[in-house]
Structures are given as structure tokens and as C-alpha cells.
């Protein structure tokens, strides 16, 4: 638990001012108070945070401060600050129980380190506090999957998710990081808990023995473990199985099962079912802040198992765990734990008779090696990951011996593979920007056929000096996201077929990248050279850039923001997910890695639910009701309603109404009854879809054409420019419209990153990114019209209702308002029918 608040405690005014800016300074979230009186209404039983008081104070004075909080919360910490050489006064401190105690005048730096001990010790009370209380509840996920980080976190709540979308999972992990237990977990949060939990290995399992397991455990869940082992005959008596019913299947691979597919030893079939829901366990080296929890915990477990007393668990011990690498995760901790119990010597642990101090430096040395590595040894990035001054951090460098070009794993070899189908403008100009990498960076090319269309490969080699396999994947995401991957016209026109990583001239492939994107997209898709001392905005969203109106909204906010803040501030525009989708961005924003970006507006339901009004069926008539709403009071204030969660709202984004479709004609609610239809991750959405008896399937949207022409799932709903723009249509019996609900967007950014800027470069931005946003959705009905029209030009067809039928589809969907009115809140409903009678009448 990150705990970062100070309730600080001084009758000098002048003192408790200047302490309160050192502890901001800090980033600490500061409290001040004047007395014992002023400070006693802030202190609870769970306060999280500590306590900083000066002893002498008029009236009651910092004891009666400790004792109070102490009676609140004996584990409370609470630092005391006494007058130079005044020593008996300390003793009487300590002996009274407070956590520490300085000597005033004290040095920043001093505050701030007993502050920060004292704050990890706070937070790990807390964490343990509440993870007891978890295990007292019913939640299975609580109980089950340990951890305090936020990717334990994410992994709970991915599992209770997977748990509540019933269809088929896919749990990946390392070995040893508990993918049964995870599986578990999905099973007791579903509602086949009171069924049967089946757990098979899945290698050399023979189509009997799959049938007689799948008849076991009916109305249950089958768990598969090592998936990719499973003989491929029994394969495809299992996708009969699922077919069939009766029964969940969870699988579980340490393997990449897309690898397997497309090496043919795993069905592709099968992997495009199991891909729909994924759920990834990180390893412990991605996690070290849950070591110190699971380690606990293991001991436990060890102790009463072999009826041991727990041995104390020093701070040393805890710095050893953490400075090991851990390969064999929580399998392996584990069995250290029980190692530990029994007194026998941990034969793997590395730095033997050891001291505190020399553990702790291993520790240090580890954290900097690991953001070297993180970062491909990039000083500055890694100097930024672990918030650290620059030379701090160089200072730690030279004290270790780390040197940033010797820190990242190499890579290899690369073969990029490029299938170019077709002899068309736009795919000429791939074909010739694959020869412009190959020839300005002296990559090896070979074409089938001719040079314009054909099959490319490129042979890359990486050098020592950039080795960081996910900014190579980035930059080549960011090289194709105009050619390699389909932006336009059919999917898999053009492809990026395979590419195995290696080794490449990372410096002149950039170069390279930046100038080939530049070729297939146009300025607007391509990555901006920033100048030095410029803020560099990145914006990262889901769409392409020329057909799409986020990607042409988000290319004009671009183009004006470097064109009228040149030398100020400088935006790259990321599309088509080359550096997050939705489900992923605003946690990348929150940690710096993004400094805007425009999810759909169901993505923001998980911070406050009035959102959800945006998704209930046939909540507006038409976008000149949305656009009425969201100028509001109502909607300007949803722009700032999460705030408190780290994020700003700058402006609504239109993208139309949707439209629905499917595998089937739809022209009465009954036609959807029965089919699977992806959604977004929403509880209205999925509300809405069980009103008309179909089975909502919550999708990535990168994932929905795939989906679609498998049969993973039989419909989706989707705005015209989608609709278009990812070729839905392609793999669809027709589209309906409905206009049943809206899509827009958000266009977000970080609140701490937005108060940072100078208000000049602020208001400027504003300014641009609120003429963008009238702009843009001023155009709406044209960029809605041009797409819905170009559907039918390229074969889709529209099927338009009849009002009875519209009637019998809003009786059907209609009632989902009351599951959510007390989210909304019904203002909001009256006034977004207001708006329909104002625009209509």
C-alpha cells in the first residue's frame, strides 16, 4: 500500500510552514495542524499515514499527541521533534513509544528519512491489516491471490472479471507462479462455484480421458493445465466439447499459444477462442514489493504446518529475498519459506553472511540494474522510473560499477516478414518503404516477386548498445502502424506476418522508422522531432488516423499544437494501439509513461459511474442531444469528476451513434437472442445484451475483426466510422441501425501532469484542444454520413427498422435504465430527455 500522507503538528506557524513545503516538496500529501486540539479530529484507527509533532506545545503537548494516537491505533506512528540536546526529553520519547525522534533544527533530509521508514512500516500494517480482513470475507480473489502491488491488484480484479464474463479463459504465467490457484480463484468467483473443479494435466491427454473428465465435472470447471501439450486430435474433441457445453474451460500455458499456432502445434481455432479472455500472472521479479507479503504468509503456512513456532523475520531476511531474482516464483518462495521455518540454509540465496547494510546495498544495486534493464539502458529513463536526480543516480552507477550500454538483454536476430497482396497505391507505397528501411539501414531484403507487391523479409541485427526488446517492439509498431498493420481496406491486404527479434542498429533503425511511418501515413501519423528543452505530449489512441474521427481530431491537435507552440511544447500521436489500447492507457498515463490520450467513455465508469448514462440504450436521440448534454453543467462537470483519481477531462470527443450486427439478420430484438456479442468492458453494456437474451463477451477492440471472422463471437455494435474503418462489415450478414447508444470519447490527461505545466503553455493547449474539439465535432453528421455511405459502396448492406420495429427494440432494451438509475442518477436522465425534446421539437 502506498502510503504518502503526514498529518504534521507545530503551534509555530512559521515552523509548520516551512516543514509543510519541505514535506510537499517531497511529494508527501502534508496535514498541518496547529495544537493537540486542531490535530486529535484527523486521527483515526486507520489513518493512513504518520504523524509528525513538535513536543512543547501550549496546553497539550506531543505526548498527550502520542498517548491519543496511540489510543486510537497503538501501530500508528508518530515522530516526535525535541530541542537541540534536549536527550532526556528523546528518552522519555522513545520510552513512550514514539517511532523516532530528531532534534530541531533538523535537516530535510533527516525528516524525510525517518518519514519514509516510518511510512513503510505504516503501509505494510495496513496492508497486512486489510489483507486479514480479506481473508475473513467471501471474496475468493482476496483471499487467494496475495500481493500488495498494483499488478496483484489488476490480477484480482481481472479474475473477478473473467470470473463474472463466464466464457472460456486463458491464464499465462512463468512457471511456478500459481496458475492453478488463479483458475481456482476465476471458478469460486463464477456462478459455477457450487460445481465441480476439475484439474487435469493436459499433456498426454487422450480423447476418452477428456470426455470422461468433461462428463465429470458438468455444470463445473475444467481446468487444463499446460494447454499446449494437449494431443491435437484431443484438441479438436475439446472444441466439440466447448461447442457442446456442459461445462467452462479454464486453460493454463506457459507457453505463447500464437507461437504454437503458427508453428501448427496448437489449433488456431481453439487459441482464437481461448484468447478472447486472457489473464497474465506477473512473475515476482516484476512484483518485488509482494515478496516481503508471500513471504510472510509462506511462513506462516510452513510453521503451522510442521508445527513450528514462526521465526522472526528480520529486515535483513526481507532485503535478501528481494535482492534474488526469483525464477521460480512463488513455487519457489515457498519452499525458501519452509527452508527458513526448519532452520536449514537457503543453499540459492546469494550474499552469505551478510550484514544489513551490505544486503541492503545489494538491494540498491539491484533496483538500478533492473531499470537499466527495464529501460534498455536508457540512464535517463531509468533515472526518471526510480525517482531519483540525475546525478544521484549516476552517482549510484559509478558506486555499483553499472554502466547504462552494458545493461539490457540482448536480442538476436530479427526477421521481419512483410505479405503484400495487391497492386494498389497505397500498398505500393509499403512496398517501397520496406526497400527505404532496407536500403538507408543496409538491412538484407528479399522479394518473391516484384519489387511493388510481393513478400519482403528484412534481416535485422541489433548492436550492443540497444537491446531493449519492448522499445524494438515499439519502434516497429511505430514504423508499420501505416503499412504492417491494416489501417485501411481489407485486413490482411497487408500484414505483418511474423518477426522473430534479434539484433538491430537500433540508433539508424529509429531514424529509419520515424521516416518510413512518414511515408505510409503522412505527417499526421508520424512521430514528431521534438526539439530539446520542448514538452513532448504523446497521445496515444486505438484508431487510424485518416478515416476515423479520434484519429483525425487527435492528427489536427498534432499538426496545430507543433505548428503554434514550436519551441514550447512538441505532441507524437501513437495510432492504432502502438503503445496502449484503452484497457491499458489510463494506467499508463497515471504513471507518466502518456500524457493524453481519448478512451471511449465506458472507460471511465470505473471512476465514477455517472458515466454509465453515455451507455444505457436509447438514453439520446441523436448526436445533437449528446453534444447538448456533454456542454452542460452536467457534462463540463464529469470533465473534472476525476480529478481525485489523478485524471482531467479536457473535451468530449463525438464518434457517432451505433449501429448493430451480427452473423444474422437483426430486425426484432428476438433475432439477437442466443448470439454473443462483443463488448466493451461495461456493466450497462452487458446489461443490455442480456435484456435481449445474448451473451455479452467483453473485447479488446483490436480483437473484435478476429473474433468475428472466427465465430468467437456472432455480433458487435459499433459507430459507422468503426464500423467502416475496421471492416466489420466484411464478416457480418449486414448492419442494422439502430442508433440505439453513443460511442465518444474523452479526451484525458493526467491532473498532476496538467498542474505542472506553466500557466501560459497551459492555457494555450486549452485553448487548441478546445477549438480541435469544436472542430471536429461540428463535422460529426458529414464523417458519420461518408462512412455510413461507403459501407454500401463497398458491398456491406444496411438494414433500416421500421418505426414498429425501432418501438419493439427500445421496449426490449429500455428497462435496463432502472439497474443503473441510481448511478446516473435521475437528473441526468430527465435532462438528457429534455435535450431529446429540445432537439426534436
Same mark, same amino acid.
Given at each position: 500500500m502506498n502510503v504518502r500522507r503526514v498529518l504534521l503538528v507545530d503551534d509555530d506557524a512559521a515552523v509548520r510552514e516551512a516543514l509543510g513545503q519541505t514535506l510537499e516538496l517531497a511529494e508527501f500529501d502534508a496535514i498541518t495542524a496547529g495544537s493537540f486540539v486542531e490535530a486529535k479530529d484527523r486521527i483515526a484507527a486507520q489513518f493512513e499515514g504518520v504523524?509528525?509533532?513538535?513536543?512543547?506545545?501550549?496546553?497539550?503537548?506531543?505526548?498527550?499527541?502520542?498517548?491519543?494516537?496511540?489510543?486510537?491505533?497503538?501501530?500508528?506512528?508518530?515522530?516526535?521533534?525535541?530541542?537541540?540536546?534536549?536527550?532526556?526529553?528523546?528518552?522519555?520519547?522513545?520510552?513512550?513509544?514514539?517511532?523516532d525522534f530528531l532534534e530541531k533544527p533538523c535537516a530535510p533530509q533527516d525528516l524525510i528519512s525517518v518519514i519514509e521508514r516510518a511510512l513503510r512500516t505504516r503501509g505494510l500494517v495496513l496492508e497486512n491489516r486489510r489483507l486479514k480482513a480479506q481473508l475473513e470475507t467471501g471474496d475468493p480473489a482476496a483471499r487467494m491471490i496475495f500481493g500488495i502491488s498494483p499488478q496483484s491488484e489488476t490480477l484480482r480484479a481481472q479474475a473477478r472479471a473473467a470470473a463474472r464474463a463466464g466464457t472460456d479463459v486463458l491464464i499465462r504465467g512463468a512457471r511456478g507462479s500459481g496458475i492453478s490457484k488463479v483458475a481456482e480463484v476465476v471458478h469460486l468467483c463464477s456462478t459455477r462455484a457450487k460445481g465441480p473443479f476439475e484439474k487435469r494435466s493436459a499433456a498426454g491427454l487422450g480423447r476418452e480421458g477428456l470426455e470422461a473428465v468433461w462428463q465429470g465435472c458438468a455444470g463445473g470447471t475444467l481446468f487444463l493445465d499446460e494447454i499446449a501439450q494437449l494431443p491435437l486430435d484431443t484438441?479438436?474433441?475439446?472444441?466439440?466439447?466447448?461447442?457442446?457445453?456442459?461445462?467452462?474451460?479454464?486453460?493454463?500455458?506457459?507457453?505463447?499459444?500464437?507461437?504454437?499456432?503458427?508453428?501448427?502445434?496448437?489449433?488456431?481455432?481453439?487459441?482464437?477462442?481461448?484468447?478472447?479472455?486472457?489473464?497474465?500472472?506477473?512473475?515476482?521479479?516484476?512484483?518485488?514489493?509482494?515478496?516481503?507479503?508471500?513471504?510472510?504468509?509462506?511462513?506462516?503456512?510452513?510453521?503451522?504446518?510442521?508445527?513450528?513456532?514462526?521465526?522472526?523475520?528480520?529486515?535483513?531476511?526481507?532485503?535478501?529475498?528481494?535482492?534474488?531474482?526469483?525464477?521460480?516464483?512463488?513455487?519457489?518462495?515457498?519452499?525458501?519459506?519452509?527452508r527458513f521455518v526448519l532452520g536449514l540454509g537457503d543453499e540459492d540465496a546469494a550474499g552469505e553472511g551478510l550484514g544489513l547494510t551490505e544486503r541492503l546495498a545489494q538491494v540498491e544495486r539491484s533496483l538500478l540494474a533492473d531499470a537499466l534493464k527495464r529501460t534498455g539502458g536508457q540512464a535517463s529513463a531509468a533515472a526518471e522510473m526510480l525517482k531519483l536526480p540525475r546525478k544521484t543516480f549516476y552517482d549510484k552507477l559509478a558506486k555499483y560499477g553499472l554502466k547504462p550500454e552494458e545493461s539490457a538483454e540482448p536480442l538476436g536476430r530479427v526477421e521481419l516478414s512483410l505479405a503484400i497482396t495487391g497492386d494498389t497505391a497505397a500498398n505500393r507505397i509499403c512496398a517501397d518503404s520496406a526497400q527505404a528501411v532496407s536500403k538507408t539501414c543496409g538491412f538484407r531484403t528479399c522479394s518473391a516477386r516484384s519489387r511493388k507487391v510481393g513478400y519482403h523479409r528484412l534481416s535485422i541485427r541489433l548492436n550492443e548498445k540497444y537491446r531493449n526488446r519492448l522499445a524494438f517492439e515499439q519502434s516497429l509498431m511505430r514504423l508499420a502502424h501505416g503499412c504492417l498493420v491494416p489501417s485501411e481496406g481489407p485486413a490482411g491486404e497487408r500484414a505483418l506476418a511474423h518477426h522473430h527479434l534479434g539484433r538491430i542498429p537500433m540508433k539508424k533503425f529509429l531514424m529509419t522508422a520515424v521516416a518510413a511511418a512518414a511515408l505510409t501515413t503522412g505527417a499526421t501519423g508520424a512521430m514528431a522531432a521534438c526539439d530539446d528543452g520542448e514538452i513532448v505530449i504523446k497521445f496515444s489512441h486505438v484508431t487510424n488516423t485518416d478515416k476515423h474521427p479520434k484519429g483525425i481530431a487527435a492528427s489536427l491537435l498534432q499538426e496545430r499544437v507543433n505548428e503554434e507552440m514550436?519551441?514550447?511544447?512538441?505532441?507524437?500521436?501513437?495510432?492504432?494501439?502502438?503503445?496502449?489500447?484503452?484497457?491499458?492507457?489510463?494506467?499508463?498515463?497515471?504513471?507518466?509513461?502518456?500524457?493524453?490520450?481519448?478512451?471511449?467513455?465506458?472507460?471511465?465508469?470505473?471512476?465514477?459511474?455517472?458515466?454509465?448514462?453515455?451507455?444505457?440504450?436509447?438514453?439520446?436521440?441523436?448526436?445533437?442531444?449528446?453534444?447538448?448534454?456533454?456542454?452542460?453543467?452536467?457534462?463540463?462537470?464529469?470533465?473534472?469528476?476525476?480529478?481525485?483519481?489523478?485524471?482531467?477531462?479536457?473535451?468530449?470527443?463525438?464518434?457517432?451513434?451505433?449501429?448493430?450486427?451480427?452473423?444474422?439478420?437483426?430486425?426484432?430484438?428476438?433475432?439477437?437472442?442466443?448470439?454473443?456479442?462483443?463488448?466493451?468492458?461495461?456493466?450497462?453494456?452487458?446489461?443490455?445484451?442480456?435484456?435481449?437474451?445474448?451473451?455479452?463477451?467483453?473485447?479488446?477492440?483490436?480483437?473484435?475483426?478476429?473474433?468475428?471472422?472466427?465465430?468467437?463471437?456472432?455480433?458487435?455494435?459499433?459507430?459507422?466510422?468503426?464500423?467502416?474503418?475496421?471492416?466489420?462489415?466484411?464478416?457480418?450478414?449486414?448492419?442494422?441501425?439502430?442508433?440505439?447508444?453513443?460511442?465518444?470519447?474523452?479526451?484525458?490527461?493526467?491532473?498532476?501532469?496538467?498542474?505542472?505545466?506553466?500557466?501560459?503553455?497551459?492555457? =494555450?493547449? &486549452?485553448?487548441? /484542444? +478546445?477549438?480541435?474539439?469544436?472542430?471536429?465535432?461540428?463535422?460529426?453528421?458529414? $464523417?458519420?454520413? #461518408? @462512412?455510413?455511405?461507403?459501407?454500401?459502396?463497398?458491398?456491406?448492406?444496411?438494414?433500416?427498422?421500421?418505426?414498429? =420495429?425501432? &418501438?419493439?427494440? /427500445? +421496449?426490449?432494451?429500455?428497462?435496463?435504465?432502472?439497474?443503473?438509475?441510481?448511478? $446516473?442518477?435521475? #437528473? @441526468?436522465?430527465?435532462?438528457?430527455?429534455?435535450?431529446?425534446s429540445e432537439v426534436q421539437g
Open positions: 504523524i509528525v509533532s513538535d513536543i512543547r506545545m501550549p496546553g497539550r503537548d506531543g505526548f498527550h499527541l502520542l498517548d491519543y494516537a496511540h489510543e486510537q491505533d497503538a501501530e500508528l506512528p508518530v515522530i516526535l521533534l525535541t530541542g537541540e540536546g534536549d536527550i532526556p526529553m528523546a528518552v522519555r520519547a522513545m520510552s513512550a513509544g514514539a517511532f484438441q479438436l474433441a475439446l472444441q466439440d466439447r466447448l461447442e457442446a457445453g456442459g461445462a467452462r474451460l479454464i486453460a493454463g500455458s506457459v507457453e505463447d499459444l500464437g507461437q504454437a499456432a503458427d508453428e501448427g502445434r496448437f489449433s488456431a481455432e481453439l487459441y482464437y477462442r481461448l484468447e478472447v479472455m486472457q489473464l497474465r500472472i506477473p512473475a515476482l521479479a516484476e512484483r518485488p514489493e509482494d515478496i516481503p507479503v508471500l513471504f510472510r504468509h509462506y511462513v506462516a503456512q510452513a510453521a503451522e504446518q510442521s508445527g513450528l513456532t514462526p521465526p522472526e523475520i528480520g529486515e535483513e531476511v526481507i532485503a535478501g529475498l528481494i535482492a534474488r531474482d526469483w525464477p521460480g516464483n512463488a513455487r519457489a518462495l515457498m519452499s525458501a519459506a519452509m514550436n519551441g514550447k511544447a512538441c505532441m507524437e500521436v501513437y495510432p492504432n494501439s502502438t503503445l496502449y489500447n484503452d484497457d491499458q492507457v489510463l494506467e499508463a498515463m497515471l504513471n507518466g509513461d502518456v500524457q493524453m490520450a481519448a478512451p471511449s467513455l465506458s472507460k471511465f465508469e470505473q471512476f465514477t459511474k455517472v458515466f454509465r448514462i453515455f451507455d444505457l440504450p436509447f438514453m439520446f436521440l441523436n448526436m445533437e442531444a449528446v453534444d447538448a448534454f456533454q456542454n452542460s453543467e452536467t457534462g463540463q462537470e464529469m470533465k473534472e469528476s476525476m480529478v481525485r483519481r489523478g485524471l482531467l477531462g479536457l473535451g468530449f470527443w463525438h464518434n457517432g451513434m451505433k449501429q448493430m450486427s451480427a452473423n444474422k439478420p437483426l430486425m426484432m430484438p428476438e433475432d439477437a437472442a442466443g448470439l454473443k456479442f462483443r463488448v466493451q468492458p461495461s456493466e450497462v453494456l452487458k446489461a443490455q445484451f442480456e435484456a435481449l437474451d445474448a451473451s455479452p463477451q467483453p473485447m479488446a477492440f483490436s480483437e473484435v475483426y478476429g473474433a468475428l471472422q472466427t465465430g468467437v463471437v456472432d455480433g458487435q455494435e459499433n459507430t459507422w466510422s468503426n464500423v467502416y474503418g475496421q471492416k466489420f462489415f466484411e464478416v457480418q450478414d449486414g448492419t442494422t441501425e439502430t442508433n440505439h447508444g453513443v460511442l465518444d470519447y474523452m479526451v484525458v490527461t493526467s491532473a498532476d501532469w496538467w498542474d505542472s505545466l506553466d500557466e501560459d503553455v497551459r492555457s =494555450q493547449l &486549452e485553448t487548441i /484542444v +478546445n477549438e480541435v474539439t469544436e472542430t471536429r465535432n461540428a463535422a460529426i453528421a458529414e $464523417v458519420d454520413a #461518408e @462512412n455510413r455511405q461507403a459501407v454500401l459502396d463497398a458491398g456491406g448492406e444496411i438494414r433500416e427498422l421500421t418505426p414498429e =420495429q425501432r &418501438e419493439a427494440w /427500445v +421496449n426490449a432494451m429500455k428497462p435496463v435504465w432502472e439497474q443503473f438509475t441510481d448511478d $446516473v442518477g435521475q #437528473e @441526468n436522465i430527465d435532462a438528457a430527455q429534455a435535450f431529446n
